[in-house]
């Protein structure tokens, strides 16, 4: 055989990388089939010398979407609720507490939901103002001064 129609047999392959252990889910060779009679020599070379096994990865489990497998996903009581709503109310408290509950791994997931939710609605209400102060504040600067 020539050396641009020689097959490379997996055992080659392998033999050049760090491991010696073929990984799961990787092609086995076939077993050579014993040439017919009215195949050409060509024919046989254009056959596929792998046979891939079954998928060995089970794909079908469910990924969390929560990077710690600790974090409650139980429904929070009334007086959760409550008691939250309150420290919410207040002053700096409740802002830094929005931050801690916003982005703590393990707390429970309704209260981290609500409060990701509430400094979201918080952002876009702040860059609203903004705008509208930027607005309004060039009116009013302008008829004062009278430009």
Not at 32 to 51: H, I, R, T, Y
Not at 83 to 92: E, F, G, W, Y
Not at 107 to 130: D, E, K, M, P, S
């Amino acid at each position: 055989m020539d050396e641009e129609n020689k097959q490379v047999t997996a055992d080659e392959v392998y033999s050049y990388g760090e491991s010696t252990e073929k990984p799961a889910g990787e092609p086995e060779e076939k077993a050579e089939p014993e040439p017919e009679s009215g195949k050409s020599e060509s024919a046989d070379s254009q056959d596929n010398k792998f046979v891939y096994q079954d998928n060995q990865y089970d794909y079908s489990q469910q990924y969390s979407r929560n990077r710690n497998e600790q974090s409650d996903n139980s429904p929070m009581d009334l007086k959760d609720w409550i008691l939250t709503l309150i420290v919410l109310l207040i002053p700096c408290v409740g802002i830094v507490m929005y931050f801690v509950w916003a982005f703590e791994s393990n707390g429970n997931i309704n209260r981290r939901n609500f409060c990701r939710a509430q400094l979201i609605i918080f952002a876009v209400l702040l860059g609203i103002y903004l705008v509208l102060f930027m607005l309004f504040g060039v009116v009013a600067f302008s008829r004062v001064v009278g430009y």
